[in-house]
């Protein structure tokens, strides 16, 4: 997963991108690695992932956010993986019939003996009208998924 500049995305998108530490030494490393690469970032933040398998490039899940009783469809394509010593991660893209347009990055790295989580996104509204009609609410859930995201590893990693 090439280094990617989200300052300079597409007309229409909102960038983020966080950092959060998960804790130090090989044990952290390998554990995040794992859990990263089996969707637990998600899983472990409330939603399900159908199929349930490690991440590949190419595949299309479909991601269920379950909100209010309510289970929302938002079909992806995992579009890069990384898996090298240091850092190790995806992205994909939302598919249509996806509450928004963009896409979004998972990375574990290590920074020294450090293990810290990357989150980056490019979000716009969905082309769909029904969507689009919910975006300023759907920018409050995705501020607070992302906030679970964050919390998700880093919680649970082995503490040394």
Do not use: C, N
């Not at 579009?79 to 574990?108: C, K, M, N, Q």
């Not at 689009?132 to 590893?153: D, E, H, N, T």
């Amino acid at each position: 997963m090439a280094e990617r500049r989200w300052d300079d995305r597409p007309s229409g998108f909102r960038a983020w991108e966080r950092t959060a530490g998960l804790g130090d030494g090989e044990e952290v490393w390998r554990w995040a690695r794992e859990e990263l690469l089996a969707w637990r970032v998600k899983t472990r933040s409330g939603f399900t992932v159908r199929p349930d398998a490690p991440v590949a490039e190419g595949d299309r899940p479909t991601i269920v956010a379950h909100v209010f009783g309510l289970a929302i469809r938002e079909p992806v394509e995992v579009v890069e993986v990384v898996d090298t010593d240091d850092r190790a991660g995806f992205a994909y893209r939302t598919l249509p019939g996806h509450p928004v347009s963009g896409e979004e990055a998972f990375i574990v790295h290590r920074a020294g003996g450090s293990v810290e989580l990357t989150i980056r996104s490019l979000t716009r509204a969905a082309t769909s009208w029904r969507w689009r009609a919910v975006y300023p609410l759907l920018l409050i859930a995705q501020a607070l998924a992302r906030y679970r995201y964050m919390s998700a590893l880093r919680v649970r990693a082995p503490r040394r």
